[in-house]
């Protein structure tokens, strides 16, 4: 039976193109570079946005009801072991 060499995998060196930019000139860059990103953004439309903030509106008023229902059981509850106890 012959013998199978497995290749070493070759390391290939990154040849460094570009210079290390100045602040400005990355800041610049980074700018342009952003600009080009948000124009690839699906922005949703007013009607999406409206249906959404009512979404978030209805749950935060949600929660905020049930907090208050754990609060107040929970301050009862307080008051009542003060009242046996004390």
């Given at each position: 039976?012959?013998?199978?060499?497995?290749?070493?995998?070759?390391?290939?060196?990154?040849?460094?193109?570009?210079?290390?930019?100045?602040?400005?000139?990355?800041v610049?860059?980074?700018?342009?570079?952003?600009?080009s990103?948000?124009?690839?953004?699906?922005?949703?439309?007013?009607?999406?946005?409206?249906?959404?903030?009512?979404?978030?509106?209805?749950?935060?008023?949600?929660?905020?009801?049930?907090?208050?229902?754990?609060?107040?059981?929970?301050?009862?509850?307080?008051?009542?072991?003060?009242?046996?106890?004390?």
């Amino acid at each position: 039976m012959a013998e199978e060499k497995k290749a070493a995998p070759q390391k290939v060196a990154v040849k460094k193109t570009e210079e290390k930019l100045k602040f400005f000139q990355r800041v610049k860059k980074w700018f342009r570079d952003m600009k080009s990103e948000l124009k690839k953004v699906v922005w949703p439309t007013p009607k999406q946005t409206a249906k959404n903030t009512g979404v978030a509106l209805v749950v935060i008023i949600v929660c905020a009801i049930v907090l208050w229902g754990f609060d107040s059981a929970a301050q009862a509850t307080v008051k009542a072991l003060i009242n046996i106890f004390a």
